[in-house]
């Protein structure tokens, strides 16, 4: 269940973030405040008040109930989008202005020239970075059982109140999380290194 | 509209609270963490080796499972009853000791080699050398990231609202449930956390990097 959440979360950051990043990098101004405002309090809120909000906060003004497990993954969703937004930015900040030029002047229009040139390279240079965000999702997807989402942390809550060992039961959660997330943080270390090589 | 101005003293001293915390656990964090990232840069394997697993540690490990298994769990181990504060303080300053060591050590690593060698065969030990000559360069490169730091760790603060320390979280879920006005109250958290948090990080983008970087370069 933590799996599938970070990972629907990543996903759907991923495609918040794109956008954010858009809108951030667009020339029409207006555009462009909405991704500042976007992207500012999306990284300036904490993950568990946007939890709390959206879960018990935003039914009550929209009249729509949302599952525990929906506004704990749009939360999640919408608060990293606006990290990986920067991380996109960076990467397209981080391809050379020759390339753009280059791919003008043979006649790409811009949105040719952002799709076929800019984009795949910005994406090879954000992947590490996107790994340690991912790795930073999976431990914040813990927060997810604040609000009942039966995640790896909740289950740990309820087998501790049947059993009353919390020492056990808490340590083997850790040692879970532990896991994933060295297992991810090593992934994303094999990435850099190969880009980093290939560069 | 009533309802939030009632309460917005009652929301300032949980501000300071978060504040509060923040500070006294960033110190801690500071000072473990230069320790942790000098352990990592040593030439004894076991303290190196130590030194890397905290690091591997606490940054894989999610806040809120380090924070309930001490509170939870550490606790009842070794008989000892922490109070909250204790819980909340320790944990935030064992995860972001890890995390501060890693910008420590890179900020060590971008000092040159030949400072370090030149003191220590002007005859300064280890320790000097750390002391006199690499620490004080290192300030200008680590403070911009360790500002974001403090960003990040004025947001998770929140999560200590769990063991119970009357901070904004969570005097905004008390307020929440009794008032039974969610939408309003979450709404007044999240702005009150916002402009702690962007100012923060607008002081740092506007005023520090620059002045560090234009020190340096």
Do not use: H
């Not at chain 1, 914040?140 to 919390?166: F, Q, Y």
């Not at chain 2, 320790?35 to 394997?45: E, H, K, P």
């Not at chain 2, 939870?72 to 109070?83: C, E, F, R, V």
């Not at chain 2, 300053?93 to 910008?103: C, M, T």
Request: proline share 3%.
């Amino acid at each position: 269940m933590t799996i599938i959440i970070s990972l629907l979360s990543m996903f759907l950051g991923m495609i918040a973030g794109m956008v954010g990043c858009s809108l951030k990098m667009s020339r029409n101004g207006f555009l462009r405040t909405i991704g500042t405002v976007y992207i500012e309090i999306a990284r300036g809120i904490p993950n568990i008040v946007a939890i709390f909000w959206f879960y018990y906060g935003l039914p009550i003004i929209t009249g729509i109930t949302f599952s525990a497990f929906t506004s704990g993954v749009v939360a999640l969703s919408l608060k990293y989008g606006g990290y990986i937004a920067e991380i996109y930015r960076a990467g397209i900040e981080a391809v050379k202005v020759g390339q753009k030029e280059a791919a003008y002047s043979v006649g790409f229009s811009e949105y040719q020239t952002m799709r076929r040139i800019v984009f795949p390279q910005a994406f090879r240079i954000a992947i590490p970075t996107l790994g340690n965000v991912f790795v930073g999702l999976l431990q914040n997807s813990a927060l997810l059982s604040v609000i009942g989402v039966a995640d790896l942390m909740r289950k740990a809550e309820l087998a501790v109140s049947e059993t009353w060992r919390p020492f056990e039961i808490y340590t083997t959660a850790a040692v879970i999380y532990l896991t994933l997330t060295v297992m991810f943080s090593r992934l994303s270390d094999y990435y850099e290194k190969k880009t980093a090589y290939e560069r | 509209m009533d309802l939030i101005i009632g309460q917005l003293g009652y929301f300032a001293v949980g501000a300071m609270y978060s504040l509060g915390l923040t500070l006294a656990s960033m110190s801690i964090a500071i000072c473990i963490g230069i320790v942790v990232s000098m352990g990592r840069l040593a030439d004894n394997i076991v303290l190196r080796w130590t030194s890397t697993a905290f690091v591997d540690f606490t940054r894989g490990m999610p806040f809120l499972v380090l924070l309930i298994w001490v509170y939870y769990g550490l606790a009842i181990l070794l008989d000892i009853s922490l109070t909250p504060l204790v819980a909340g303080i320790g944990c935030l300053s064992i995860k972001y000791a890890g995390r501060l060591a890693e910008i420590f050590r890179s900020g060590i690593q971008a000092i040159e080699k030949g400072q370090a060698e030149a003191a220590l065969s002007l005859g300064f030990s280890k320790l000097q050398t750390y002391r006199r000559i690499i620490l004080p360069q290192i300030v200008p490169i680590v403070i911009p990231p360790l500002v974001n730091e403090v960003v990040g760790m004025i947001q998770d603060s929140a999560i200590v609202s769990i063991v119970g320390i009357w901070e904004l979280m969570r005097r905004g879920n008390s307020v929440a449930n009794a008032t039974l006005k969610p939408f309003e109250i979450y709404s007044t958290i999240a702005v009150i956390y916002l402009i702690m948090t962007i100012s923060l990080s607008q002081l740092n983008e506007r005023y520090i990097e620059k002045k560090m970087f234009g020190k340096k370069r």
